[in-house]
């Protein structure tokens, strides 16, 4: 099954060489067709509750040196893939760039413009990167929690263990790929999951035994978190039916890292059903809460302000909730991290600030 | 600091009118000189150490050129710093290859103040605009106690006389204590050797070293050798033989003159009645003019001029402006002209792009003046910094006051964003990487306060610049666009060369197919008549011979017909093929018939007897096609 998948993506890969091909022999001039990939074209998907691209396209022409440059590049990366394929090898999107020093012209100039092609091939092919044999550099965070896991090992051997008894402190790494073939959740004994975003608030609350006085599972976004992250995430919240609220910092691009969870980054939309988790709520920082708890703050800076006003016209924050929070935090020109809440100690987050905002949001009793 | 002192605006104010100069004189027995020049170190250049020796410079070099463009010698004038005896004290000595000063003249031009034909004639000097060697050789002797040595001779047959001079202070008297001909193995010249406090700092934006350049860039006539305190030297060489047209004075005009001076005038004429006075006295008044200003004036035609009185004079004045008076005569200006300017600034600037303008002569209030202006562009000049504005008035460079000078003001003025140069909110001075070069000539330059430093807000001549600096900017705005279009044919290039044909082989290859053809594609790709020019420059048997080579490539799928035509300047024709179809002013013709898909072909043509710089860019139009089916010229 899983030999078909790759076999299935390197067809279509190759429809997008014989497209190219086609126009030569028709006298038109080549060019490639995707979605316009920014907020401009996003749109809410009501089958999956997630937000996916839009109708709108961008189309590729060899009229243009920049895109001729690409779609060159798209025939040696496809060349590439098939090769992988065929030899049972794969390699990461890092890799991938360093091999194309040996493409000549058709080098990539930086890592992101090849992260960036292998994302248009998934949306043109409809497949996930991972067809291709190419793997992320990210590796997936951590999970400290009462959940028990089956990991099939390089060695190929099951192996078995337990979030919370099994591992140190730091936690159960997730690995990059959390499909079935690798990763099955065996068992779950707790009540809600916690995604934080940043290391120091999840070692504080692992520190506090935060997981198990509230049975909660606590996962580490380590900042805009990888997709095999969220993916384990929507899994825990599909599979365990266990409700998922995110804690990060307040301010625009924790904002961001909540909307990446629960409704699909812009970047990856054409997988938002695969990675979005459309139940997840948002905990706190919230711009209130630095007013209510008079939090420590930070002024804004120029491109907190931008990113705040590009916000307001993104529709995944369309909602009266998200209006409201950004033009508050607008107001008040201020922002507070996580660990702010010290201000009150260090036990204030674990024994009065979570518990009045899960009460407040209906999670305890 | 300008108007505590009214014996001081005097002083440099009336420079170019007799009658003032001499009640100066007259006044400046009343206080000692010394004490005199102590409270006005500020204007007279010396109230810093670093401004003093480049005060001291300025004025010998200035003077060694007015000496040189007199006698019509190319001038090569060698400035040599050393560090003096005693702490903070140089010692400057300037040379030139000029006519030379005769020998009573010596002790008067370099240790009396004030002393100089130029303050008696209108015309456009250098040495209008300073205090004078004089006032360096007062400086240096109050200063370091030393006296000027100064070094002189007028004719290879004649002897050279050596003087150590001092300056009078009490009476504005030179005087020699050492006088003695001695063997000078040079033709003729002049070497003045003068001690005095000061600092010497090269890296300083007001500088000796950038006033040399600055100077060097207007006069690329001249050689100049400069010898550092450090023992560097550093040369600036000549770039042409061509020594700028002499000045003719002029009698004041009509329109320029003050009250004050108009009476003093009356006064000195040696003229019987009204009439003649001011035919004789001024320039542009014919006998008709003058009967015509005596009669709006109400004033007899037949009154001795000595007897007008206040009231009449003040009518006078009030006719002058009522009656047609033609502009004063501009050729008693010198502008450094469009290629002497380009060679000036291409000889100190490596740049892709000069281009300079000469506007005609013009008048403000009686005065004429005139204006020029250079652009540079590209090269070494920085990109993100503001633009460098080289400054000059009567070829003068201006260092200090850039803010307050109406050059800076014109240019502020104009919104040079759409000549593609960033500046913020399309005022202030823009930010990009050129130069620009501002002169302004005139028999008296408007200056804003005595030290001479910034041209004042005057609207004639702010208008006269920003023409000159719109017309620099026009041409620059055509040089980026061309920039532009010649990148945008390089990149459809490097498509249809380089991308195009490997993308064909690679699609085929991941496919199994054979190599597609991709002509058809190329066509559509490019879908324009392309056009490419170069202009080369050559020497054959002491002609200068321009070859403009124009290349036009259809690069549309269609069979394409195109007229080309080339600006040229006013200059013979020597080869040129094919033969154009017509030529007309300035323009030569060429109907281009028949090109199939991706055909070339060639034209080329000859302009013989234009100096390298002349015609360095050409100009190509076109006719015929749509401006989008054409990149590379622009349409006629």
Redesign the interface.
Known sequence: MAKDRYIKAVSEL?KI??E??D???K????KMSLPVRTKTNIVFDDRHHVWKYGRSLTHRS??E?GS??T??RT??V??FI?EMVEAKKSSTLREMYYISEGWE??KFPDQDSSNSLAEDLEIITMSLREDFKLRPEEDGARVIGNVTIQEVNRKGEKKVFNCRDDVGDSGYGIPYNVEKEKLTIKEVDADFVVAIETGGMFDRLVENGFDEDSRSVLVHLKGQPARSTRRFIKRLNEETELPVIVFTDGDPWSFRIFASVAYGAIKTAHISEYLATPTARYLGITPSDIVNYDLPTDTLTDQDVNALQAELTDPRFGDDYWQGEIKLQLDMNKKSEQQALAKYGLDYVTDTYLPEKLAEMGMTK | MANDNGTASELTGGIVAEPIANKLAADLKEISVAEFFERNKQILGFDSLHRSILTAVKEAVDNALDACEEAEILPDIDIKIEKGTTKDELVMTVEDNGPGIVKKQIENIFARLLYGSRFHAIRQARGQQGIGISAVVMYGQLTTGRPARVLSKIGPEMPAYEMDIYLDTKANRPEVVRSEAVHWDKDHGTRVTISLSAKYAKERRQSVFEYLKATAIVNPHAHITFLEPTGETYVFPRVTDKTPAKTESIKPHPLGIELGTLMKMAKATEAYRMTSFLIKEFSRISQRTAREVCRKADVDELLRPQDMNRVQAMRVLEAFNMVKIMAPPTDCLSPIGDSLMRKGLRKEIDTKFAHTVTRAPSVFAGHPFQVEVGIVYGGDISADAPVKILRYANRVPLLYQQGGCVITHAVEGIDWRPYGLEQRGGTGIPVGPAMLLVHVASTNVPFTSESKEAIADVPEIIDEVQLALRECARKLKAHINKKERLKKIAEKYEIIQKVLPRLAEKSASVIGKKVPPIDVVVTKIMNVVVIEDNTEHDVVDGKGITTVGIDVVNYTPKQRNITIACKVPVAELGKVDPKPSRREEGLVVWKVTKMEPTEKRHITLELVGLEKDAYEEAEVFFEGLKADQVIGAEPL
Not at chain 1, 27 to 30: A, D, M, V, Y
């Open positions: 190759e060489a014989q190219v091909y126009d030569f022999v006298g038109e001039i080549p060899a009229k040196l001729a440059y779609l060159l025939m040696y496809i060349d098939r012209m058709a």
